[in-house]
């Protein structure tokens, strides 16, 4: 490993951390945890998937997807609708709570990827995106078995 290799590394790790931090600040002023926030942008992705449908999109099991779902539904997030061909079977949908939520959520994020761009060129923001695509594709070659050198 070369010191710049390194130096590379701990600063994409410390920028994602950095993110990752500054938004789990700015979303939880309401009280919804980060993997709350992430099912309910799922249910707004997703509007009518079923509970065992959002446990797949969201690769999480069904009994957890139905905790998180549960804790929306009695904060006012999310409601559960009987599917018209299946009685046996729930939709989720979104509350005009869960729905505001959402939209002050998509400000957050687009605000904070247009200021953390600040100073960079559409040049740079272009190779900022390319040089991160490559680090992802040869981790995820990587995480195949595949050895690069």
């Known amino acids: ?10 600063a994409m790790i410390r920028a994602g951390k950095a993110h990752r931090s500054y938004l789990e600040h700015r979303l939880n002023k309401n009280g919804l945890f980060r993997g709350q926030h992430q099912v309910l942008m799922c249910v707004w ?7 065992k449908e959002l446990a797949g999109l969201h ?3 069904t009994a957890t ?3 998180t779902l549960k804790k929306l539904e009695k904060g006012g997030y999310v409601r559960r609708l009987v599917d018209q061909q ?7 949908g979104l509350t005009e709570k869960g729905l505001a939520e959402v939209k002050a959520s998509l400000k957050i994020f687009g605000d904070t990827e247009h200021d ?15 040089y991160l695509n490559r680090i992802r594709e040869n981790l995820e070659r ?3 078995g595949e050895v690069i050198r």
């Open 86 to 92: 299946d009685n046996r079977l729930n939709k989720i």
């Open 1 to 10: 490993m070369s010191e710049r290799e390194h130096l590379a590394a701990e």
């Open 65 to 67: 997807m139905a905790v």
């Open 116 to 130: 953390m761009f600040a100073g960079f060129s559409e040049e740079e923001k272009e190779k900022v995106c390319e």
């Open 142 to 144: 990587m995480q195949e």
């Open 45 to 51: 992705k997703n509007l009518g998937a079923s509970q």
């Open 59 to 61: 690769n999480v099991s």
